[in-house]
């Protein structure tokens, strides 16, 4: 059994779904429903996330092992097991899926009247996949989540979506379906290969080069497209403009994020020497999707556009960092997808409130915010900075370090991401100016109210969050560094191999 | 002689003469009762089957095993539930004629005989036994144009694929001297080879089939027939005669013609390819519900015949798996379909299924968890599935067949899609008449076994390994 003593892995993982069964039970008028869908929901989120602090408080940080592993046979025929646990990687992003489902149930509560009880039920199961998705050890497992996410996601673009959510939800959806069952042939030749699913195993298993590189443009397939990567991100500012306040945090904060953690999972310790081989392209299309989409995001007229143009942007700098294969880039890496979860996401939840309130995202509707509304200005500030990393903030360490990781490896490169940086400051510092300074010529604007309690109630921890991160890195760094120093070994090691079997 | 082998065939056989005796007699309507009646003999035939003793019969024309056991049950339910729709549909549109309960009861009969075919003539036989019905099923509706052009059409093409059928076989018996599948095993097995009217006879007998199953290239009748007929009568054409023409198809490629595998293999493989991609492609731009799901079931066939192509004994518990799933969410899907009617008419348009979401929830969930399924998406039972069926076309190298498979299977989701967008996103239009209890038992059985398929896999695993051992031997 695992230290917690229960098994607590799955009990986060489908505890939402207790949740969506005692919605699904309301019975009465629409009001009533809707009343006890939000209240259920968020009651469950939130126990769920008291939940998931044990793995907080009890995750061992001195091992890279697999911790809290569950362990039950599913499909004994195939080998493929129900396999549950977590490590440096993959801890953290349980807990942050855990920590923004609450608050995008809060951020949801006034602004989706119609089919609330719907909305919960999509949630709550989106949290299900969410969750399990990091926390399965089998690759089999571990794809049966990864897809799943698709049908929530898709019917909240859909369903609670803007004017074009149709278009921008099947894009959603067929773009990562395309790429995802190309991963789906090379997880089953990779299991003909092994004869396992299972991930510790796997990663034991040695698998041919020129294997090794369909299979990464197999897994390049569909976890490029989930990142997004520049050319295949343009999916992503059609889903983020149209999905609802809270299907923008989720995408945001915690679906952009699978990708990432799909390279570093699979890719890289799996597929070392294509790995090693493909690297100088993913540095190429990082550094594109970092200076290119942020020049992007500067001409951008939609406030979601832009955050979703700048996410694009963070995620170059992630996969720059990933590929570096040294402990600073990709503890960088690690790093800055967090501190992204939770500044991209707050970023959108800012938008929501003004949205909620004038119901446009457009940045010239709006100017001199500041004015009526201070208490929403210094949080937008807050996250305005952080995503721009300046020090003291969440976003600084992991740029940071992905830079020294990318000078290691090539200066060029680490000038590549820093210029990404200076961009970032100006589309962001365009975009704060544009909505909360200048003199106020709308009567509409004048009449704004400012945040209330409930909305505060949304920002504090991510507040929390941002300073923290940005103050005392160490408490998040020390949850992966042992992980990926082990990480850094091995890929080393598979590559010293490989390189000396050439050199016979 | 073993007799007693045949028992389940014999006894449903009787219950239709006893059932059409009694269906004629009373002046009054007797439809519910015959429906009821031959719904309780598929019950009792299929507690006979599952007592069946194992073994050959009739000379070696008739064979009982594990695989002709599972398909029979299979083919039977199917045949059930379909009965199990109709029953409302056929009294509100004035077709609740006691026949129909008895014709789908002789088409299963058929399709039994089909099932246990140890010989290119009980094959026929049972073909045709299948058919006859069919043909009249589909023009059931007579005064309705199009389901009379539905019937006429069917006929004359399924009488070319009988006549395929029939010349095929005489190929084959002519060149190998038997007809008798384990003596054409041997025959073929010889060493001097296979000659080239064999190979012509097999490949008639592959086209017949292939027009029964309606893969591409012999798929012209579906859209037209499915779109024709009677709305209970395509959700019955599109499970119950898939089933047995495959468990044929399964038995005649492996048994007598699997020494011939290299002759037949490129036709299936080309086949496979062709269906998955015309039943993508083709349905994206259907208007017509029952449409869209002919060239959906195209496309289905075609990642059956992908297993049925890379045999051996994963290839083929891939099949029986995949057709299994497959009938469960299309009977699931067509109960939907028999309960679209609004204002007392029949409705079947995709924009008829307009907020479904709001108007009727329980159903609308109950089929976008079908076309999620169908579309394979992860957990629902259709990814499984199509997982079963990709294994051994991986581990047997089909990378081409694989690599298309699944990239027609995303072209699918885009309608499949459609249909959730149209329940979900759209705005309501009025809402369907009151669904009827058989839908909704329908609804609810095979809903739930699509949904929670990935909690109890093992269960349908185990009887498709041991309806495929007895097969391989």
Known sequence: ?504 | MNWTLALPELVLSVCGLAILVFGVIPKKDTSLACTMAVIAAFVGTGVLILSQQKGTAFGGQYVADDFSAFMKLLALAAAAFSLLLALDWNEKEKLNRFEFPILVLFSTVGMMVMISANDLMSLYLGLELLSLPLYVLAAFDRDNPRSAEAGLKYFILGSLASGMMLYGSSLVYGFAGTTNFDRLADALSAEAGVTAGVIVGIVFVIAALAFKLAAVPFHMWTPDVYEGAPTTVTAFFASAPKVATVALLVRVLTDPFGEVVSQWQQIVVLTAILSMLLGAFAAIGQKNVKRLMAYSSIGHVGFILMGLAVGGEAGLRGVVVYLAIYIAMNIGAFAVLVAMRRNGRAVEAVDDLAGLGRTDPAMALAMAIFMFSMAGIPPLAGFFAKIYVLLPAIEQGFWTMAVIGVLSSVVSAYYYLRIVKVMYFDAPVAGFDVRPAGVSVVLAGTGLFTLFFFLFPAMLLDAARHAVAAIIG
């Open chain 1, 1 to 504: 059994m695992n230290a917690a003593g229960f098994p607590i892995l799955s009990l986060v993982t489908f505890l939402p779904l207790v949740g969506v069964l005692i919605i699904m039970m309301v019975r009465g008028d629409e009001a009533v429903v809707a009343s006890n869908a939000r209240w259920t929901a968020l009651w469950t989120s939130l126990v769920t996330f008291l939940l998931s602090l044990i793995l907080w408080a009890q995750f061992d940080k001195t091992t890279a092992d697999y911790q809290f592993v569950e362990q039950v046979s599913w499909l004994p025929d195939f080998g493929i097991g129900y396999i549950m646990g977590v490590d440096g990687i993959s801890v953290l992003f349980v807990l942050l899926s855990t920590l923004l489902t609450p608050l995008c149930i809060l951020a949801s509560w006034t602004s989706v009247q119609n089919r609330v009880r719907e909305y919960m039920i999509a949630f709550l199961i989106l949290e299900t996949m969410m969750v399990g998705m990091f926390c399965a050890l089998d690759f089999m497992l571990f794809y049966i989540f990864f897809e799943a996410v698709l049908i929530p996601m898709f019917l909240i673009i859909g369903i609670w979506g803007g004017p074009r959510r149709v278009y921008a939800s099947y894009k959603f959806f067929l773009y990562t379906l395309l790429g995802s069952v190309l991963m789906l042939l090379a997880i089953i030749a990779l299991w003909f290969q092994a004869g396992t699913t299972s991930i510790p195993e796997l990663s034991e298993f040695d698998i041919p080069f020129n294997m090794q590189v369909w299979m990464f443009l197999a897994f390049f397939a569909s976890f490029a497209v989930k990142v997004p990567m520049w050319p295949v991100h343009t999916w992503l500012p059609d889903a983020h403009v149209e999905a609802p306040t809270a299907g923008s945090v989720i995408l945001a904060g915690v679906l952009l994020k699978m990708g990432a953690y799909g390279f570093l999972r699979f890719s890289i310790p799996l597929l070392p020497e294509a790995s090693a081989y493909f690297a100088p392209f993913i540095y190429v299309l990082s550094i594109v999707a970092v200076v290119y989409t942020s020049l992007v995001a500067l001409a951008q007229q939609d406030m979601k556009k832009l955050i979703a143009y700048s996410s694009v942007a963070h995620m170059g700098i992630v996969t720059l960092g990933i590929f570096t294969f040294n402990q600073q880039g990709i503890e960088g890496a690690l790093f800055t997808m967090l501190s992204h979860g939770v500044v991209s996401g707050a970023l959108f939840l800012c938008v929501g409130v003004v949205y909620d309130r004038l119901h446009t995202r457009e940045i010239a509707r709006y100017g001199g915010v500041a004015k009526v509304m201070p208490g929403y200005a210094m949080v937008f500030m807050l996250f305005t900075m952080a995503s721009i990393a300046l020090p003291g903030t969440a976003g600084f360490p992991g740029e940071f370090l992905v830079i020294l990781g990318a000078w290691a490896v090539n200066p060029w490169i680490a000038l590549g991401a820093a210029t990404g940086m200076v961009l970032g400051a100006c589309y962001m510092l365009t975009l704060y100016r544009g909505v909360a300074f200048g003199k106020i010529t709308k009567d509409d604007v004048r009449a704004l109210l400012d945040m209330e309690a409930r909305e505060y109630a949304i920002f504090a921890p991510l507040i929390v969050l941002a300073l923290w991160m940005g103050i005392y890195p160490q408490s998040f760094l020390s949850f992966f560094s042992v992980t990926v120093a082990q990480m850094v070994q091995q890929h080393q090691a598979a590559i010293g191999a490989a390189s000396r079997l050439a050199g016979l």
